[in-house]
């Protein structure tokens, strides 16, 4: 009836006019479910934004502002070395609430006498800035070299064990959305000359090289001839000899070590008339020997066919040698 009413009013009269905007009523464009109405962010998600109409005197915009953090009142920090690397390991205070740390779900429930009703979220800070983050700077001689953030209390970060210097880590409260926010921080100087490192036992020289050069140790090696074969290359003697120690890094870093190294020397005359095949097994590992066949030893050449006297293991080291038999 009352579209048929409508007819016959719009057949006489003729179509209806659209109503002006009054100027009382502005269009603006918000955060969904913010008020006072807040300013959208640049690149947050389009989903949680919505335009709308409102009176002129409320059309006015306040800036997205995350609420405020609670204050850290503690955080820790320790280094201890391994055998590649210093691991910082950081903790903090538990944030007090717990909730904050986690994105709020799509659904809210409310509670009244006896009875839990459940409806739709329309706005929560942490779909805007982010649930709230532990954060950490790490800064060496004065610079951020990373910026570790976590849902936990606990932070591991590895630092080469040839890094040295000043450090520093501090510590805050932010969100993941937003690091701009921070609570107070809470900062603890490293010193990485301090930090324990358990000395291993050196079996070889590669052994030895490969630790000095994490510290800049610089060894000074002296060879020592030894009558058994196996000896070659052996740390035999070190001086200091931290072997097996717990020291700081300061106790050995850019230091001299005095290494007495296993030596071995083959005096060819000593070997003529023996069995071949009896010194490539006994030498396979060090020298590079050919052996044309398996007789008794006659001379032993290098690579141009020049005679050799004598055979140091240090000096000579992968070289190659042929075995002249009868």
Not at 279 to 287: D, G, I, M, P, T
Request: glycine share 6%; aromatic share 10%.
């Amino acid at each position: 009836m009352n579209g048929f009413v409508l007819d016959i009013l719009e057949d006489y009269y003729g179509p209806g006019q659209t109503i002006p905007q009054p100027s009382t009523v502005k269009e603006i464009t918000h955060i969904l479910g913010s008020f006072p109405y807040q300013s959208p962010i640049a690149g947050m998600n389009e989903n949680l934004i919505t335009s709308g109409l409102v009176k002129a005197e409320a059309a006015s915009l306040v800036p997205a502002t995350p609420p405020e953090l609670d204050s850290l009142s503690n955080s820790s920090v320790s280094v201890e070395s391994s055998r590649l690397n210093n691991v910082v390991n950081i903790t903090f205070a538990k944030y007090p609430d717990e909730e904050k740390l986690i994105k709020a779900p799509d659904t809210i429930e409310m509670t009244s006498g006896n009875r839990t009703y459940t409806g739709k979220r329309l706005y929560d800070a942490s779909w805007i800035f982010g649930p709230v983050r532990y954060q950490s700077d790490i800064i060496l001689n004065g610079e951020i070299i990373e910026t570790i953030q976590s849902d936990t209390e606990t932070q591991q970060f590895t630092v080469p064990l040839n890094t040295f210097g000043t450090m520093e880590v501090c510590t805050y409260y932010t969100f993941e959305l937003n690091t701009d926010a921070v609570s107070n921080k809470i900062c603890h100087p490293v010193d990485l000359a301090d930090v324990s490192v358990r000395v291993p036992s050196f079996g070889t020289l590669d052994d030895l090289n490969y630790f000095a050069n994490n510290y800049e140790l610089k060894i000074n090696v002296t060879y020592r001839n030894e009558a058994n074969p196996n000896s070659y290359n052996r740390v035999l003697e070190l001086n200091p000899n931290h072997q097996k120690k717990t020291v700081k890094v300061s106790e050995i870093y850019n230091k001299t070590w005095d290494a007495v190294i296993g030596d071995h020397e083959i005096v060819v005359n000593d070997i003529i008339g023996s069995s071949a095949r009896n010194f490539y097994l006994s030498y396979r590992n060090y020298l590079n020997i050919d052996m044309p066949s398996s007789g008794n030893i006659t001379k032993i050449v290098d690579s141009s066919g020049n005679p050799i006297n004598s055979i140091r293991l240090s000096t000579y080291d992968g070289g190659k040698i042929t075995l002249v038999t009868e």
